[in-house]
């Protein structure tokens, strides 16, 4: 009977003591940070002075388009979907900022038009996707491409000229006082709170976590849908503005430039692709990963080309990385 008793102990015992060590395993967010600082300790052995304040400053300022964009894609991947209109949106805000601005005393009426014109486009999505089934990448693949085409019908594929001096010198850098970085802090507070502290975010979350509980459940899908894709075109032009101010001048295909990235940069910081789960806490970090990365390349006389192709293995390696961890969890 003592041996009987010793073999019903032994498993309850093994148990106890896994799960401390369950606990301790890192979560993707908690990952994601930690590679953005062993990115950061690797930028500064291969140059001295990358982690000082100035530097910092820089890169945070040049990041923060970037993190203004993926706050909007991750509301929409955590519901399981994807936003290819942010490039095109991105474009027209951009672009069309120093064209319509320019030469109207009443500047911000303006901008709230761009804006207005941008939610109404992530309106359409959200339609398309609701109410026609139209596939997420096909429909905002499309709204991006007559967006790109609208705008070169507008400008004559002209250039748009000079934004206007008053937002060119809001955004200018100057050390952590950037109208850019103050930007995406309030993106940043405002993303945080929609998505972890209220109703709205619950219902993110349930979506993208099963569509058909969450209708059980009484949550209807469309109305949380078409504010998640107003949310993303809304943020899409944000950036656009403040990088007008930012570059001071408009460019056609500057809006490529932050499509895959802000995907990655959602991806990176532990938001599933399918759905569900996530944060915007874990994109912030994943912004930082690329940032990171493409300043250290950028100092080390990498081509453009170069460093998008340096962006992208970053971006497989720590997926493939992430994916080991939930099979080991598994």
């Known amino acids: 009977m003592s041996d009987v008793a010793n073999v019903d102990v032994q498993p309850e015992t093994d148990i106890d003591s896994a799960k401390p060590k369950s606990r301790l395993r890192m979560t993707p967010t908690v990952a994601a940070y930690g590679a953005a600082v062993l990115v950061g300790v690797v930028g500064q052995i291969l140059h001295p002075g990358f982690l000082g304040s100035a530097h910092l400053s820089t890169v945070l300022s040049l990041v923060a388009v970037l993190g203004i964009v993926a706050a909007g894609q991750t509301f929409v991947i955590i519901t399981g979907g994807i936003d290819l209109s942010v490039s095109g949106i991105l474009a027209f805000a951009e672009v069309m900022t120093p064209y319509w601005v320019q030469g109207h005393s009443s500047r911000w009426p303006i901008l709230l038009l761009i804006i207005v014109i941008a939610a109404a486009l992530g309106v359409i999505n959200a339609i398309g996707i609701t109410v026609f089934a139209i596939q997420p990448l096909i429909m905002t693949l499309g709204v991006g491409a007559i967006v790109d085409g609208a705008v070169l019908v507008l400008t004559g594929g002209s250039s748009t000229g000079l934004p206007p001096a008053w937002l060119a010198h809001s955004m200018a850098h100057n050390g952590w006082l950037s109208g850019l970085l103050i930007t995406w802090v ?6 945080y709170m ?5 109703t709205f975010g619950r219902r993110v979350f349930a979506i993208g976590t099963s569509p058909r509980a969450a ?5 209807r899908s469309w109305p949380t849908l078409l504010g998640v894709y107003a949310f993303s075109a809304v943020m899409a032009a944000i950036a656009g503005i403040v990088l007008a ?3 001071g001048s408009g460019d056609f295909g500057i809006g490529d430039t932050y499509l895959f990235p802000s995907i990655g940069a959602v991806v990176i ?7 569900g789960r996530g944060g915007y806490i874990g994109t912030i970090a994943g912004v930082l990963i690329l940032g990171v990365i493409d300043s250290i390349l950028t100092l080390s006389n990498i081509a453009a080309a170069g460093r998008q192709i340096a962006q992208g293995l970053a971006i497989l390696l720590i997926l493939i ?10």
């Open 186 to 191: 309030v993106v940043s507070v405002l993303a």
């Open 194 to 198: 929609l998505l972890h502290r209220s």
């Open 215 to 219: 209708r059980l459940a009484g949550i």
């Open 245 to 247: 101010g930012y570059s």
């Open 269 to 275: 910081g532990g938001t599933s692709i399918l759905g």
């Open 321 to 330: 990385l992430y994916a080991r961890e939930r099979r080991l969890r598994q």
